[in-house]
């Protein structure tokens, strides 16, 4: 009997064994193949094939059950990027069909649905049923077949349908769907070698028809013919008569063309500076050898390390081996991924969660068959099927967008490191405020170290100046947002025509209502948060579930009618910019400003051309943005995120404060930035006014060493999810139970209510494990959850958690 081990995409599922009937060749390991499980038909892919794939001894010896349809002779996804998932479901400890799914691109599976179809006895017993069971009968009577899930919407339909199936009054079926090609195709019209001959009686349509189609050789879209007012009924005329014929072409999707998000960028020369000369000495060495290293390029805000990548990329492609480029946010990252095309060219693919469906697939195709050797993506292009991976570029490294925050939760630079060891390539990490995990391994050796001290040319970084908001709040009362610092220099921004960027990580008008009657406030119905006012909208909006009501006008407990708002968010900071500077042309960019594809890419490119005079947005605005006029930029609560109970608290602050400050003072005029607080002595504020990494690090690394977190541990977050609040914390308890049988080499903490106990309707209890030995903990979780798939199913893990909230 041959066997194969299958990694199907269903959560929480390991691989299956199943059995290869004689009918079919062996797969390939790889290849796609469709599997049964229970009464559906997936998609899978093989992992394991010939005597590796023998059934491990707890697997129930009996029915194996036969595979169904190999779908590729050759492997779909190539060795390296298969064995990156595999490491992904290992060390993330999930399913393997999880991880792979991470890896595939869009429209690779393909699932069956169920179909009803009425059959001989179903038409002539109908007549004679009632209810529920005539109404079903009633809707399948012309024969055709209906999918169930539409059949179904009345309660009470599926038992109804299960019973018609059991009397033989309908049949249901599985096709398949998704088989048909994924690619885009077009309609060509070609004129046929009689349609080259004269033609007798046509008219005068289909012989300007004719005339255009023999001018175009390759033939012509047909709509293009259509917008040249030739109709569709012309061109049917014209293949009936046998002088047209039409045949299908595969067009590829081009994110570039299409898309204004995504302006390609010429390269121009520049001259490096010494200091970038000497850093990129030592990266091309790195990579002349051709063996895996990994390499932390850490340059302050405007230190050019783009032009860097751009090198070091070119040098590796020349080379023949494929380069394939990491940013944490395509739409917030723009310059990189357009520079890249700029100098590459064609030989560009881009892969992100952006793109249509569509074009991820069409682009992905393209990688696949190596007719590209640069990929820019986010962080699911660490999986993108590159040949010949020489050099993986992760840039921002620090930036926590890397972090899948949804099964598999694996962590985009990560994996970049693991696959470079796979494939022996160069790894380069870049930030100008790296993150702890990676400084630490700088430190320890592991990663070498290259710095850039200096802007370019040589530009000054912007002056950091601190407003301590309790000295605000002395003078003019709790209720000031801007500070009259900030509001001076806003105006002479203003004055001089220069741009100006304003950060409030926080989004919407207020963060509360409250009754000032009876205190209540109001929160989401399904999660245990207030609701954000959205003024703009007139509604109150949960940010965790998208919840959201009318903004009401009387408390919900009391229906008393004095309700206030309190706290502020970016809609309230433009509100009082624009009061204060009517004539200003001002812009917010937050989630609910660009929810619009390309809105984003709209407003950024605005502001860059000068049409606009102040930006203002949450971290969104923070990123690597290179805008020259912009001399000022204003942090409002820089402490938004310190107050959180999280131990990253601290290296967030820093980092966004850092980030946004870089953002002033890039072009020819010096810049500056006003950072509002309530504790201007906080060491992760002090730090990041003063521009001095290697001092945050220090202090941030003493932190992290006494309390026991990483990077000096490692640390698995747990989530179990119940219907009640006590279910949570009973089933979690259950698990830390299971994992503390004494001598074990890692602390177990909790359970405890999640930070976020109740989450779109479900209560959730939370449990740290804590150790050197990561191996050991996630085996013992993984045992643990083994013997309790209930509770699995219901369970989330989180390995080096970026997020503990
Ligand atoms: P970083 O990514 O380190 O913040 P960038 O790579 O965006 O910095 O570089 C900042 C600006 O400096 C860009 O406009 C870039 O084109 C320019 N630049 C980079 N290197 C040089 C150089 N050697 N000479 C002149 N300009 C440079
Ligand atoms: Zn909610």
Redesign the pocket.
Known sequence: MRLVHVAVPVPAIDALTYSVPEALPDPVIGARVLVPIGTRVVTGVVIRAGSDAAPEPQDPAPALKDVIDILDDTPFLPADVLSLTAWVAEYYACGAGEALSAAMPPRAWIESERHAQITQAGLTRAAGERGLRADILGGLLDGKPRRVDALAARSGAYPALARLERDGLIQVTRPLKGTASAFRTVRVATVTAQGHEEFGATGTRQLEALALLRGAPDGMDTTVLNARGITAATVKRLVDLGAVAITRRTIERDPFEQDAALPVVPRKA????DE?TAAFTSLRAWADAGTFAVGLLH?V???????LYLRLADEVRRRGRGVLLLVPEIALTP?VAALFRGAFGERVAIQHSGLSDGERHDQWQRIRRGDVDVVVGTRSAAFAPVRSLGLIIVDEEHDGSYKQEESPRYHGRDISVVRGQQCGALVILGS?TPSMESFQNAQTGRYRLVT?KRR??DRPMAAVKIVDMREEYAAKGPDVILSAPLVAALGDRLERKEQAIVLLNRRGFATVIFCRQCAHTLECPNCSVTLTVHKAIRRARCHYCNYSMILPTTCANCAGPYLEQLGFGTERVEAEIAALYPGARIARVDRDTIRRRGAITGLLSRFASGQLDVLIGTQMIAK?H?FPRVTLVGVISADVSLGLADFRAGERTFQLLTQVS?RSG?GELAGEALVQTLYPTHYSIRHACQQDYGAFFDDEIDFRTRMRYPPMLAMINTIVKARTREGAIEDAGELVRALRSGGEPYKVLGPAPAPLSRLKGEYRAQFFMKGKNRAAMRKALVAALASRPDIRRRTIVDVDPISVL
């Open positions: 520049v001259t490096l500076t970038q340059g805000t405007g230190s050019g390390k783009t032009e310059s100008a850039l370019v040319l690597g290179d870089g890039r």
